[in-house]
């Protein structure tokens, strides 16, 4: 039987918080809780609920805002998911656009260990992408 080991993951999130002051609070199934306040049915606009670690709306400038944190310290699958940013980001803007947002950004954190030269295509792809970007814990609070 295969074990994983999430709790180092777990405690990243913990951990590295993002604040929008007077944004509304849609992480996890906060988003879900909020849609239906607004009369939205997700299961119109995507087949499959997206858990986001971090996501706010801010109703005034019309932007909801994504963020997905991915702690890695050794080789495995958090290796590859930071290359579904196309599909999530797509999957985002539906809901975005039943919200009213104008804007729709999607932005991993990442851990150090994804300075390492092997990620380098993934970091520029992740970059070419139209409303992904990639920031680094260590970042966040300069």
């Known amino acids: 039987m295969l074990y994983r080991d999430t709790t180092t993951g777990l405690k990243f999130e913990e951990r590295v918080k993002i604040n929008h002051e007077g944004a ?14 607004k009369g939205i049915k997700w299961d119109s606009i995507i087949s499959k609920k997206l858990l986001p670690d971090e996501a706010f709306f801010d109703e005034n400038t019309k932007e909801f805002i ?8 050794t080789h495995g699958s958090a290796d590859e998911k930071p290359q579904t940013c196309g599909f999530k980001i797509q999957q985002f803007r539906k ?6 947002a104008e804007k729709v950004s999607y932005t ?31 970042d966040i609070n300069e």
């Open 95 to 100: 809901i975005g656009k039943a919200l009213g």
């Open 66 to 73: 994504i963020y997905e944190k991915k702690y890695q310290e």
């Open 24 to 37: 509304v609070n849609l992480q996890k199934y906060n988003l879900y809780r909020y849609l239906e306040q």
């Open 108 to 138: 991993y954190i990442f851990n150090d260990w994804f300075h390492r030269p092997e990620y380098a295509d993934m970091l520029e792809y992740i970059k070419s992408v139209d409303g992904c970007d990639y920031i680094f814990e260590e």
